[in-house]
């Protein structure tokens, strides 16, 4: 299995397609899912291209971890939410639709439900105001 660069998340990457930013440094960008399973969905990658968890280099994930943990607080704060689920798939069999490594940030509340992986598209205006209060949650 092979890392390649002309995957979606790449391309934002090289600014081709947009984003809504919540968060970027020298080696991390963080930025709303297009298809939130909740409010306040958003994706956690690395500047450098790895496929997935499994070819990752681990001075790769020692920043991306910590763009994780303050992307999470940020949007736990932000969502007034209960806690926070963290995925990350690997591959096809597990569900991997973008093949760019990334962790998803998800807010929750008490018994809130999870809408469906990679469903339905948001609203832009919406996402735009989402990013805008992670933003100023970190
Ligand atoms: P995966 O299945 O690879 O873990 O999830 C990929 C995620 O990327 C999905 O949750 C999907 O909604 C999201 N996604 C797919 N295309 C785009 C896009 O063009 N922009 C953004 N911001 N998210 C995307």
């Given at each position: 299995?092979?890392?390649?660069?002309?995957?979606?998340?790449?391309?934002?990457?090289?600014?081709?397609?947009?984003?809504?930013?919540?968060?970027?440094?020298?080696?991390?960008l963080?930025?709303?899912?297009?298809?939130?399973q909740v409010?306040?969905?958003?994706?956690?990658?690395?500047?450098?291209?790895?496929?997935?968890?499994?070819?990752?280099?681990?001075?790769?994930?020692?920043?991306?971890?910590?763009t994780?943990?303050?992307v999470?607080?940020?949007?736990?704060?932000?969502?007034?939410?209960?806690?926070?689920?963290?995925?990350?798939y690997?591959?096809?069999?597990?569900?991997?639709?973008?093949?760019?490594?990334?962790?998803?940030?998800?807010?929750?509340?008490?018994?809130?439900?999870?809408?469906?992986?990679?469903?339905?598209?948001?609203?832009?205006?919406?996402?735009?105001?989402?990013?805008?209060?992670?933003?100023?949650?970190?």
């Amino acid at each position: 299995m092979t890392y390649d660069p002309n995957n979606i998340f790449a391309k934002i990457l090289r600014g081709e397609i947009p984003c809504h930013k919540t968060y970027e440094d020298e080696h991390t960008l963080a930025f709303m899912d297009v298809m939130p399973q909740v409010e306040g969905h958003c994706l956690v990658i690395p500047k450098v291209g790895s496929r997935n968890l499994l070819d990752a280099e681990l001075s790769t994930l020692t920043p991306l971890m910590a763009t994780v943990q303050k992307v999470a607080r940020a949007a736990k704060t932000a969502f007034k939410a209960d806690g926070v689920q963290i995925r990350q798939y690997n591959e096809p069999a597990a569900g991997q639709t973008v093949f760019h490594l990334h962790f998803h940030i998800m807010p929750m509340n008490e018994g809130q439900a999870i809408r469906p992986h990679a469903g339905k598209m948001a609203d832009q205006g919406l996402l735009a105001k989402q990013a805008e209060m992670i933003r100023n949650a970190l």
